[in-house]
């Protein structure tokens, strides 16, 4: 044979690879794609020894439970409860898409055992249960049949928050449930909206918490996990074998005690006092809890006035007879608590301080005026609300002039009013005209602070442009119960959008009877609401340890759509025992 050049050679060999790469090429687009469908499907039941409602099941028996798929050996561990308590570890050993359990000792005779898989459960492929499972079966002649179920509002995932009922004692005294040191007789976990069903257990009163387990230990760590304290206790019996409206809100528990963090001296009458939390309200004799000394003359200094400050619920202007150029104070808080009923850390409730009492110069000035200058799509009703960065001298409406007109110049009455000494309030006696431009004039000549000094600015201009009436609806209905709550005067109602915004209204029905949530955007809504029996205007959540329940609150079962000039009336809340 001949040789051939060599760059014929090498020209052959560059056709060979290139004709090599391109077939290898067309054969990589001919293979499909690697693998089938991606797993979509959560794992579900389809069997178990003993089968559902077994009776007469032996006490040395075991439990089998099939799935549709394999399972994720250690999410079943932990999704896995039985009750009563076996009283030890479980075993368990898999065998394709089976699963046994066995017990560590003979299970109790004449006894109805549930093992609930909980959505913490997940396939091979890391997909979750759809809702828990519940296996009942007994080891005597009958299955109890009584249940508790309802629902978590309010949370964006509530799947997977576990609910422990305890059975309480016959005897009153229920100090023994304690969720921070076990979980509760009878466990399962919500479902992927919240919802949550306990079956299967005996006749009897209980205590049902939602817990958020976080470090799934099996017990509730307040400043960890969330927890959902109920508004009641439950009874089952043969008269009443379910009951399916207990529902719950989590929250996370408050256990630290507060702390008074500052305190300092503004001028020759004024102090300012800090804590590093909120604290609850005290409306009246707000001066008597505190206590402020001179520590240079060794006497008590008198608190002639004391206020929070309104856009900041930590602060605290306390009012005082004059001081002296130079002073070393001492002050002290006393009873007080925060929202969640904690008491002052005694620790912390005094604070030294001192300086130049200085006399008060400074003029007062305007920190916050709402709706903001040419804020648009303002509401029909929205007042006008005016904040001042210190303690104003009390005024009747001769002093200050809220002048409110619309784009024609047209005057606006309205209604002036203190809401402290911080802040002015403007309610107009109609509502704004819609689609218009309207102005708020305040003239302060005659407004001063404590010690005399004028405001700042005395005139003060802010527009805004109010909303297309033409837009809005409303939603209205009735609102009746059958409970005997202590007090029932005082029903806080809130229009929640669900769909097409974020807006809100409230509502206070002062007993039992009709509503109607005015001026509405648009939208899905959903309406909710709570029996404030404290009152003071906020939801109570109840607190584990000691037992304080959660206010009643509820939830209208259907979501209400409302078209403009359409009002959606006739949504009927009934609120049951």
């Not at 607190?543 to 259907?558: H, I, L, M, N, S």
């Amino acid at each position: 044979m001949t040789n051939l050049p060599n760059k014929t050679r090498l020209t052959r060999h560059l056709f060979y690879a290139l004709l090599g790469g391109l077939l290898g090429l067309t054969c990589a687009r001919q293979i499909g794609p690697s693998g089938g469908p991606v797993d979509e499907q959560p794992p579900e039941i389809i069997n178990t020894i003993p089968p559902q409602s077994a009776v007469r099941v032996p006490i040395e028996a075991s439990v089998e439970i099939e799935f549709t798929e394999k399972i994720d050996r250690e999410t079943f561990a932990e999704a896995l409860f039985v009750s009563p308590d076996p009283g030890g570890e479980l075993k368990f050993s898999y065998s394709g898409r089976r699963v046994r359990i066995e017990f560590p000792k003979p299970l109790l005779p004449e006894r109805t055992y549930v093992v609930t898989i909980g959505t913490d459960l997940r396939d091979n492929h890391n997909v979750a249960m759809a809702s828990s499972y519940t296996l009942a079966f007994s080891t005597g002649d009958s299955i109890d049949r009584g249940e508790i179920a309802g629902q978590i509002f309010g949370e964006s995932n509530p799947q997977g928050i576990l609910l422990w009922a305890y059975i309480l004692p016959e005897q009153p005294d229920s100090m023994g449930i304690d969720p921070r040191k076990r979980s509760g007789d009878y466990v399962t976990q919500a479902g992927a909206k919240g919802e949550y069903r306990i079956p299967f257990i005996a006749g009897g009163k209980y205590r049902v918490f939602a817990i958020q387990d976080q470090a799934r230990n099996g017990v509730y760590d307040p400043m960890e996990d969330r927890i959902g304290v109920p508004d009641r206790d439950i009874e089952i019996s043969a008269e009443n074998l379910r009951v399916t409206n207990l529902h719950f809100r989590m929250t996370q528990e408050d256990t630290v005690q507060p702390v008074l963090s500052n305190a300092s001296l503004n001028n020759a009458n004024t102090i300012e006092v800090r804590f590093d939390e909120e604290l609850a309200r005290i409306d009246s004799a707000l001066a008597s809890h505190f206590v402020l000394q001179d520590t240079l003359k060794n006497t008590t200094v008198n608190i002639r006035n004391a206020a929070h400050f309104p856009l900041d619920p930590k602060l605290y202007f306390l009012i005082t007879e004059p001081l002296d150029s130079i002073v070393q104070l001492k002050i002290e808080a006393l009873e007080m608590t925060d929202p969640a009923g904690n008491a002052l850390d005694q620790a912390f409730s005094q604070f030294g301080f001192g300086g130049n009492a200085r006399p008060d110069t400074l003029r007062p000035k305007i920190v916050r005026f709402a709706p903001e200058d040419s804020s648009t799509g303002v509401a029909l009703d929205t007042p006008i609300r005016i904040v001042f960065n210190e303690w104003m001298q009390p005024s009747d409406s001769s002093a200050i002039s809220v002048r409110a007109v619309d784009s024609l110049r047209t005057p606006i009455d309205g209604r002036l009013q203190w809401l402290n000494p911080f802040e002015l309030l403007f309610q107009s006696g109609s509502t704004w005209k819609s689609q218009t431009r309207h102005t708020i004039e305040l003239q302060a000549e005659k407004l001063r602070d404590l010690t005399g000094n004028m405001l700042l600015d005395t005139t003060a201009v802010r527009t805004f442009v109010v909303l297309n009436a033409d837009t809005l609806s409303e939603i209205a209905g009735t609102l009746s119960t059958t409970l005997m709550l202590p007090d029932c005067t005082n029903i806080y109602l809130k229009a929640v959008q669900i769909e097409g915004g974020k807006a809100e209204r409230a509502f206070k029905l002062v007993g039992p009877g009709e509503y109607r949530f005015r001026h509405l955007l648009p939208g899905v809504y959903r309406i909710e609401g709570f029996f404030d029996t404290k009152p003071n205007g906020e939801f109570d959540f109840g607190t584990a340890v000691p037992f304080v329940p959660a206010e009643r609150f509820f939830v209208y079962a259907d979501s209400i759509k409302i078209r403009p000039r359409w009002p959606n009336e006739g949504n009927d809340i009934v609120v049951e025992k």
